[in-house]
């Protein structure tokens, strides 16, 4: 009996492509087959190999330079004249710091990379890996031949066919099935022959084997990088950004690890399916137009999709309260024993003041609310007995604990009985802002199809609004940080040096071997002590709210969304092209040390070395037409009245500060990483189109 797996393993190097030694080594040694055409011109593999090692190696020296300028000389400093912007000196020196920090943790890790990658390149490691799996596969296939396994299955039903099916002439159950995955799946070819006009259809054993080849080398990149995630965010838990109640770093290894394993096995089905394509020669011309309907599909029916998205909370039309300045309580539970009450609270849906609001008919304050996000406890906002409570709710916590309650009758006044007296509940009108919103598009014939609140606070805050759609179905999102927050004297020296304290005590080198040796030298201290506050965040009020909508239906209104769309098209165009060459070039094969193209060896080159440097030559220019879009986008909020221009000026400067951006990093730092203008220049921008359209130059108080 032929051996169908050993054959399909050993044989398909000498079908498809096999190892010459090396790039260098197995070039030189066959001088007369190097010409191979490119389009007209006779190009030698070795040339394309030097070309395009040395662009890889050139973006990465030029984007490396650039970081490491960019650390040595961050100041953090609004221009001049704007100083006043931050709320202290101390929360500048965090925005160095911050910036700083990110920088090393990301030029690290591209380092790295960089590392590994150039490895697999100058010692053909893509080829070997290829020729190490199919010797692996086929040593199993052949032990399987020879196992006393096989051999006892194969006496357990030999019997049953030879003296009972024999005789009286019927063959073995479902043994058609076993003929017809030989003859026409393992062994045969994925679809006809007139498929065949497209490229070179793959067995089914060809298309797993690179299925598995692809998982395992995108397990091996994820690992690299999961040191410098687990860094990025301790640095965001550090400074406030990530939410320390919902982020947890004491679980990393685990998480790691699930991932790893289902990036293995998970992922063999979807690259399994994007083989199956790109294995013919026009493959990639499928899935770049598969993609773009898809996209075309996804912005003219992006509020079918909206749920898919997250977006399952319509902007409220009544009022909202916003707690804001509390600090962090303990809770009863173990499963959340610290809360945060710096949240948004809805009116109890049932109550008649609530449905009221809801048809216009009024706005009276309900006597309970409720929080209704992803953060952990929920929490209830009553009116009992003249004064106002903070509570859990029973689900949460069977005890209904009071985490603080109001000295007086006015919830939006009152002092509280826990914090300062920045601690405070204010209400905003949903029904103003809504109002706002739509009749200033209906005023311009913007199509907006519903407003959503985003619940973004659970984990970061950071982000703030988006709009996305096409044509007039466009749907707006409001995250819930820009409601939320609090600076004040959280931006203080004490602040400061309670972080230099933490950063003292609680290192990286500290965290990272805790991590690799899955312990916690320091848990039980820490665990006396509350997590660093979240979101710690300045809130927008109205006129910068109405503000941020006007610039994101400027995109709307500016067709934006279909002038990015168009350049997608254009981009991915390209790139998809390049994958297929890489995936079908005997050229690139032979840059790759193979004898023939194997599709999935030349996807994975693709993705780290040819992919990465011409998505990102392409991406200045996409960046480029992004920030352009930007610069329209804030001069048409500012043209529609003073007002709103001097509401975005100062929503951009919180939003710097909120996120310890830099507000004016150098300009070929833009160039080459920012897809969004810097804080002075947009500032400077809006200024120049408030001066023309109105005269004069107004200056932005605090």
């Given at each position: 009996m032929s051996d169908l797996e050993t054959q399909t393993f050993s044989q398909s190097a000498e079908q498809y492509g096999a190892i010459e030694s090396s790039p260098k080594k197995g070039l030189d040694e066959t001088p007369d087959k190097l010409p191979l055409l490119l389009g007209r011109w006779a190009v030698a593999p070795e040339t394309l190999y030097r070309v395009g090692f040395g662009a890889y190696v050139a973006w990465f020296v030029i984007h490396r330079a650039v970081d490491i300028f960019y650390i040595l000389t961050v100041d953090a400093r609004f221009p001049e004249g704007l100083g006043h912007l931050y709320p202290s000196e101390a929360q500048r020196l965090e925005s160095v710091a911050y910036t700083k920090q990110v920088l090393f943790c990301s030029m690290l890790h591209r380092c790295v990379v960089f590392t590994v990658v150039v490895a697999f390149i100058y010692f053909g490691l893509f080829a070997r890996f290829d020729q190490a799996l199919r010797s692996f596969f086929g040593g199993i296939a052949t032990w399987w031949e020879n196992s006393r396994i096989r051999a006892f299955f194969v006496a357990c039903f030999t019997p049953v066919w030879e003296y009972v099916l024999a005789p009286i002439g019927r063959t073995p159950p479902m043994a058609w099935l076993g003929t017809f995955l030989k003859d026409h799946v393992w062994n045969g070819r994925l679809l006809t022959d007139l498929n065949n006009r497209f490229g070179f259809p793959l067995s089914i054993g060809e298309l797993l084997l690179g299925a598995l080849y692809l998982s395992l080398l995108g397990a091996l990149f994820f690992l690299l990088g999961s040191p410098f995630m687990y860094w990025q965010q301790w640095i965001d838990i550090k400074y406030g950004f990530a939410n320390s109640l919902s982020v947890n770093l004491s679980n990393f290894r685990l998480r790691v690890g699930l991932t790893v394993i289902s990036m293995i096995f998970s992922a063999i089905p979807q690259k399994f399916a994007f083989l199956a394509v790109l294995q013919y020669r026009l493959g990639w011309v499928f899935m770049w137009a598969g993609m773009f309907l898809g996209i075309l599909y996804a912005q003219h029916n992006v509020a079918m999709i909206a749920p898919m998205m997250g977006l399952d909370t319509k902007f409220p039309s009544a009022s909202f309260a916003v707690g804001r300045g509390f600090p962090l309580v303990e809770t009863p539970s173990?499963?959340?024993?610290?809360?945060?009450?710096?949240?948004?609270?809805?009116?109890?849906?049932?109550?008649?003041?609530?449905?009221?609001?809801?048809?216009?008919?009024?706005?009276?304050?309900?006597?309970?609310?409720?929080?209704?996000?992803?953060?952990?406890?929920?929490?209830?906002?009553?009116?009992?007995?003249?004064?106002?409570?903070?509570?859990?709710?029973?689900?949460?916590?069977?005890?209904?604990?009071?985490?603080?309650?109001?000295?007086?009758?006015?919830?939006?006044?009152?002092?509280w009985t826990i914090g300062d007296e920045q601690t405070h509940i204010g209400l905003r009108s949903g029904k103003e802002l809504r109002d706002k919103l739509y009749g200033f598009a209906g005023e311009r014939h913007i199509g907006v199809g519903q407003i959503y609140m985003v619940d973004g606070s659970h984990k970061d805050a950071r982000a703030n609004a988006f709009v996305t759609g096409a044509g007039n179905h466009s749907i707006i999102g409001l995250y819930d940080t820009l409601f939320l927050g609090k600076r004040g004297k959280e931006a203080s020296e004490d602040d400061d040096e309670d972080q230099l304290e933490v950063a003292q005590s609680e290192s990286m080198v500290q965290h990272v071997s805790e991590v690799i040796q899955d312990v916690d030298v320091e848990k039980d201290d820490r665990d006396s002590k509350a997590p660093r506050n979240s979101a710690p965040t300045q809130a927008m009020n109205d006129d910068e709210i109405v503000a941020i909508l006007a610039h994101e239906l400027a995109h709307s209104a500016m067709r934006h969304m279909e002038m990015g769309m168009a350049a997608q098209v254009v981009t991915s165009f390209m790139t998809f092209g390049a994958m297929g060459f890489m995936a079908h070039s005997p050229l690139a094969a032979a840059a790759l040390s193979l004898t023939a193209p194997l599709v999935h060896v030349g996807s994975c080159a693709y993705d780290h070395v040819v992919g990465p440097t011409l998505e990102g030559v392409l991406k200045i220019f996409t960046d480029a037409l992004t920030r352009h879009n930007e610069y329209q986008a804030d001069e048409y909020a500012a043209l529609i009245s003073e007002r709103y221009g001097n509401g975005l000026q100062t929503a951009l400067a919180k939003l710097s500060v909120n996120s310890n951006q830099d507000p004016d990093p150098p300009h070929f730092w833009e160039a080459l990483h920012a897809d969004h203008p810097t804080f002075a220049r947009r500032w400077a921008h809006i200024e120049r189109a408030k001066i023309k359209a109105y005269g004069k130059k107004k200056a932005i108080g605090n």
């Open positions: 173990t499963w959340a024993p610290w809360i945060s009450l710096n949240r948004i609270f809805w009116p109890d849906k049932y109550s008649p003041q609530y449905l009221l609001a809801e048809k216009s008919l009024g706005d009276a304050s309900p006597k309970t609310w409720y929080t209704d996000d992803k953060s952990k406890g929920q929490l209830a906002l009553k009116n009992t007995g003249g004064k106002w409570q903070l509570s859990g709710t029973a689900w949460f916590d069977p005890t209904a604990k009071v985490y603080a309650e109001s000295k007086g009758a006015d919830m939006q006044s009152a002092s």
